[in-house]
């Protein structure tokens, strides 16, 4: 069904990002955080009535389409800026538009005193319009502007404060890296629509695509598979190219959490989804997904349990949930996948902003060794960032044990052992490093020095009811998708909404028959692990006061310093990558190529110029009367050719 | 045939004029000698049936371009600029300008020489309204294209005569 | 008529005029040289139209007359300018506009 709204859920925020790019300077601050936060709520509300309108429609009609305009249209292949809205890009399109707009709200708070605020508010504009269009785009080269929009806004908002070098060299960091991961799409996008023409399919619209891709063979689907997830491993910080998030921490802190937790990176996880047609069909690659998911998850967490800088910390648990999503996707249980992705964007924003707002009563301070015992002095937040934190660790009766546990059932049932046990340790390592963040922040004794401490105060109201709602929803979002076996004991049939919504999107997975024992056990056992991380955490720290840390130091000093130093990642690709390229662009492309070949073709013509001129120039005279000799021995020597021809 | 004859020494005075002009060492004496070979060509014009152009030709070639021509070359102090000393013999300016009015009785000469029927002047082939009926008819853009010339023509002139320094 | 003796005569005429502005170095005798040149060409039109019996000619005539006289009026004024500025009537000195 057309609905053509769905164009202004896309258009309202470039307005805003128009109206504030362009004027910004001249509109003062009340005006331009009027029209980032309208804009951006205006999308919502659209996506709400959307949302209902297709609720009102037949389950397996649930598809609303939007078509703008003829974009390309290139022999028989047209491409149409099209919209389109189902259950899949609705629950995105709420997501990112709703937490979006609470931390436009947020910002309204946290960056009043820059000097940035009109900047700041139209990039944020510009990239919820990228990140709708991402979610919303009926086609993959839509799909694809959306994609490399979102990362421009990236690192324009990674390096937000470019006057720090520090920022700066990670936006960069962030462009490159998500470079090479967009080429690795770009192959595939090639390969995919060239193979799809041979066989003569000219669209790449998902619901034209999603019927004709079985006509190609197993291989070529599981390429394009691959290829197209190296594209999402750049975007959602997998192994290998996850380098970047950590380091996009340099950026304000609500961008972390808009862009770096909620959205953007799982833009990936819902490309893997949208294009479950293809996986499916290709269960190598989906493998692949699974595996480097599960691994990331792990791999991420480890390097979180030693990180000092809050902000870090919580983007390597980032990168670790997203892992989770992925291997979600990877076992094939999409609408797993994208639940815990709702859940997580609700409590990892909620994380970065309440982290946020600790830094903001510590001026500034990130350093997590120099804080502590701030549950009393910013009650608002301790109280919020409790609630994410439990939520995160998968304590049940919250958002993420719903999700986490929906997508450690499907990789068991599904037979992925390995991937389930690698997911399991790491529900383990989530409550450890969750919980010796709370631990070093909010409890235990007071390390803030005296100046800074002075200062303590809690966040304004237009920081914190941002954070008691999205606590709200770190709490209670879960409900949507309580697992069926947690609702057949509540007497709650169908309790697992969520799956059901989604399920006209996703092909029918075979259900993973185990018995309700063995479902059982699983989740008894990843509560086990999340209350034994989560208690292991403040027991160590907070009972014993103890400092694992120097202990660990002490007793595994090579473990230790592998984990401190990120496992020498960004020293490896250094020394891999950037140091061989750096080398041949200095000796050859620099030394060589554009002394010699480059500069010697500009120098070279100029220098043949300069000599022939010099010897042109002497017919130069400037005697007007040798000029009019030579045009009438012209003109007579035309005129005899005529007569005498 | 006796118009032939006519068009035959006049064409051979034309080049013995046309010389003197080009060849004169005297930008003075080569503005008469173009005098004189304007004044050929408008009996030359009456012998070929253009009266008008005739007329035209003595009032715009001799009476404004000749004197402009001369009114220059006496403006300035020709001695300083050029190299070969200028002389005036006033017996051959007077000569020169003898010839010219010789010529401009051959004009009625000439004119009775074609025998032109009374009115030929006004209604016949090269008449002015003849020519004025032709160029208002067939040719009124070229024509008011030429009077647009002259008038950028005057504005240059008086805007490369004008001192810019404003003294 | 042999009118052909009058083409002819026209472009002596020319020719004549042409050599004045290719050889003589004194500002105005090329410009009168100009002026001839154009006269040569009128009476080549004239001469035309007579032949032809056509009054085009003649009526080209006027617009070459109108079109000399703002040549001489601009040419004449550069020479004034000239004379002015750098005190000389010779096309030698008018070289200074080489690169």
Redesign the interface.
């Known amino acids: 069904m057309e609905l053509n709204v769905l164009r202004y859920i896309v258009l309202s925020p470039l307005i805003g990002f128009l109206i504030n790019g362009i004027g910004g300077k001249r509109l003062g601050h009340r005006a331009v955080g009027l029209v980032a936060n309208a804009t951006v709520l205006i999308s919502f509300l659209i996506g709400v009535y959307a949302f209902t309108v297709l609720l009102s429609m037949p389950v397996n009609e649930r598809l609303l389409t939007d078509t703008v305009y003829t974009w390309i249209s290139a022999g028989a292949l047209t491409i149409d800026v099209k919209l389109m809205m189902d259950p899949l890009s609705v629950v995105m399109a709420l997501v990112v538009s709703g937490v979006g707009f609470l931390i436009h709200v947020y910002s309204l708070g946290y960056m009043h005193e820059d000097r940035g605020y009109a900047r700041y508010f139209s990039f944020l504009n510009l990239f919820m319009f990228s990140m709708l269009l991402l979610v919303l785009s009926s086609n993959i080269v839509l799909m694809f502007v959306g994609w490399e929009g979102v990362g421009l806004c990236s690192y324009l908002l990674i390096g937000f404060w470019y006057e720090k070098d520090s920022a700066a060299n990670a936006g960069k960091k962030a462009f490159i890296t998500n470079r090479i991961g967009d080429y690795g799409f770009l192959l595939g996008l090639f390969l995919l629509a060239s193979s799809l023409a041979s066989k003569g399919v000219l669209s790449l619209d998902f619901t034209a695509m999603a019927g004709h891709v079985a006509l190609l063979s197993p291989a070529v689907l599981t390429v394009i598979g691959v290829l197209l997830f190296v594209g999402a491993t750049g975007k959602s910080a997998q192994l290998p190219l996850y380098v970047w998030l950590p380091d996009a921490m340099e950026g304000p802190t609500p961008v972390s959490a808009l862009i770096h937790a909620a959205t953007m990176v799982t833009a990936g996880v819902y490309m893997i989804a949208r294009m479950n047609f293809l996986y499916v069909l290709a269960p190598t690659a989906l493998e692949v997904v699974a595996v480097v998911g599960a691994l990331t998850a792990l791999y991420a967490a480890t390097i979180g349990l030693v990180q000092n800088d809050i902000k870090r910390v919580l983007a390597y648990s980032t990168i670790s949930q997203l892992g989770y999503m992925f291997m979600g996707v990877g076992v094939g249980a999409f609408s797993a996948g994208i639940f815990h992705l709702m859940t997580h964007a609700f409590f990892k924003a909620l994380l970065f902003l309440a982290a946020g707002s600790v830094m903001h009563a510590l001026s500034g301070e990130q350093d997590m060794r120099k804080m502590g015992g701030l549950r009393t002095k910013i009650p608002v937040t301790y109280a919020v960032f409790l609630a994410a934190a439990l939520a995160i660790a998968g304590i049940p009766g919250l958002s993420g044990f719903f999700s986490k546990d929906s997508i450690l059932a499907a990789a068991y049932g599904s037979g992925h052992t390995v991937v389930w046990l690698l997911g399991f340790i790491t529900a383990l390592l989530t409550g450890l490093y969750i919980f010796r963040l709370m631990s070093m922040t909010f409890y235990g004794e007071s390390r803030i020095d005296e100046h800074t401490a002075h200062h303590i105060h809690e966040s304004p109201k237009v920081m914190t009811v941002p954070l008691i709602i999205l606590a709200a929803l770190s709490i209670i979002g879960g409900y949507v998708g309580v697992p069926r076996l947690l609702g057949n004991i509540f007497g709650w049939h169908d309790s697992d909404m969520f799956v059901h919504f989604l399920a006209p999107v996703f092909p029918v997975v075979p259900a993973h028959k185990m018995p309700v024992a063995v479902e059982t056990w699983l989740m008894i056992g990843s509560i086990a692990m999340a209350v034994l991380g989560v208690f292991a955490a403040l027991y160590v720290y907070v009972t014993k006061r103890m400092q694992p840390a120097k202990s660990a130091a002490q007793a595994v000093p090579g473990l230790y310093r592998l984990l401190l130093n990120k496992y020498y990642v960004d020293e490896l690709y250094n020394a891999v990558i950037i140091r061989p390229l750096m080398a041949l662009s200095r000796s050859f492309l620099w030394k060589f190529f554009d002394v010699w070949i480059v500069d010697g073709t500009v120098n070279g013509s100029a220098y043949v110029t300069e000599w022939a001129s010099a010897r042109l ?1 002497k017919i ?6 040798v000029y ?2 030579i045009f ?1 021995i012209g003109v007579f020597s035309v005129l005899a050719y005529f007569v005498l021809r | 045939m006796i118009s ?1 004859v006519l ?2 020494i006049i ?1 051979v005075l ?2 013995a004029a ?2 003197a ?4 060492g005297n ?1 003075v004496y ?2 008469l000698s ?1 005098g004189i ?2 004044f050929l ?1 408008a009996l ?2 009456v012998l ?3 009266p ?2 005739a007329a ?2 003595v009032i ?2 001799v009476g ?2 000749l004197v ?2 001369l009114f ?2 006496m ?2 102090d ?1 001695n ?4 070969t000393p200028v002389r005036f013999k006033p017996s051959t300016i007077l000569s020169y300008f003898l010839i010219m009015l010789v010529l401009l009785t051959g004009f009625f000469v000439a004119r009775s020489v074609v025998r032109m029927p009374s009115g030929f002047a006004i209604t016949g ?2 008449s002015a309204r ?2 004025g009926f ?2 208002m008819h ?2 009124l853009l ?2 008011e294209l ?2 647009f ?2 008038l ?3 504005f ?3 805007a ?2 004008k001192n810019r320094r404003g003294t | ?2 009118y052909q ?2 083409f002819v ?1 026209s472009f ?2 020319f020719v ?9 170095r ?1 500002v ?2 090329v ?3 100009l ?2 040149m154009l ?2 060409v ?2 080549l039109f ?2 035309a ?2 032949y032809l ?1 056509t ?2 000619g ?2 080209f ?3 070459v ?10 040419a ?6 000239l ?1 002015r500025t750098m ?6 000195d ?6």
Do not use: C
């Open positions: 120039r130069q005279t400037g005697d007007f009367q009019v000799t009438l | 032939h068009i035959a064409s034309l080049v046309y010389l002009a080009v060849l004169a930008p080569s503005a173009m070979a304007f060509t030359l014009f070929l049936g253009a008008f152009l035209v030709q715009i070639y404004a371009m402009l021509f220059i070359v403006m300035f020709l300083k600029s050029s190299l082939f090269g003849n020519i032709n160029l067939y040719y070229p024509f030429a009077s010339v002259l950028v023509g005057v240059g002139a008086i490369f005569i | 008529m042999n003796l009058l005569l002596v005429l004549v005029g042409m050599i004045g502005v290719a050889m003589r004194n105005i005798i410009l009168v040289s002026e001839l006269n040569a009128n009476i004239v001469s139209s007579k019996h009054l085009d003649q009526v005539v006027i617009m007359i109108t079109i000399a006289a703002a040549e001489a009026a601009i004449l004024a550069l020479v004034v300018r004379f005190g000389m009537v010779k096309i030698d008018l070289k200074r506009l080489k690169w």
